[in-house]
């Protein structure tokens, strides 16, 4: 946990806060899959920090981050292209937030997701609504 003094006291920023601002950022990048859970789960967990955590490891050392995100790439995408575009946006996001330094961002890329994948989870979802 990041602590920094004030004139009226200290504020600490957890992990799970930067666990957070990197999954929302990750999310965001075009080409990323995340396989989503049902709209009801959805909106019951739209504040839950599970939600955006899932796949991110944070090691906090003074005022230094480092993460680690494993990510599923769609079919089709430059997969260098979209490992770049997450460690940029992830790092502006956290630093713009934080006023933490990012020393590194590795992204693990686990898997490709194809169409039929895709079609396969929105079956999911609409059978579950």
């Given at each position: 946990?990041?602590?920094?003094?004030?004139?009226?006291?200290?504020?600490?920023?957890?992990d799970?806060?930067v666990?957070?601002?990197a999954?929302?950022?990750?999310n965001?990048?075009?080409?990323?899959?995340?396989?989503?859970?049902?709209?009801?789960?959805?909106?019951?967990?739209l504040?839950?920090?599970?939600?955006?955590?899932k796949g991110i490891?944070?090691?906090?050392?003074?005022?230094?981050v480092v993460l680690d995100?494993?990510?599923n790439?769609?079919?089709?995408?430059?997969?260098?292209?979209v490992?770049?575009?997450?460690?940029f946006?992830?790092?502006?996001?956290?630093?713009?937030m934080?006023?933490?330094?990012?020393?590194?961002?590795n992204?693990?890329?686990l898997?490709?997701?194809?169409?039929k994948?895709?079609?396969?989870?929105?079956?999911?979802?609409?059978?579950e609504?």
């Amino acid at each position: 946990m990041e602590n920094e003094n004030f004139e009226n006291g200290q504020v600490k920023i957890s992990d799970d806060v930067v666990m957070i601002i990197a999954g929302i950022a990750t999310n965001g990048v075009k080409g990323v899959y995340s396989a989503k859970t049902g709209m009801t789960d959805g909106i019951a967990n739209l504040f839950n920090k599970n939600n955006y955590s899932k796949g991110i490891k944070v090691e906090i050392n003074e005022s230094t981050v480092v993460l680690d995100i494993f990510i599923n790439v769609e079919y089709g995408c430059k997969i260098n292209e979209v490992a770049k575009e997450v460690q940029f946006t992830v790092k502006k996001e956290i630093e713009t937030m934080t006023d933490l330094i990012v020393s590194s961002v590795n992204v693990h890329v686990l898997n490709i997701v194809t169409e039929k994948e895709k079609d396969k989870d929105r079956d999911i979802i609409e059978t579950e609504n």
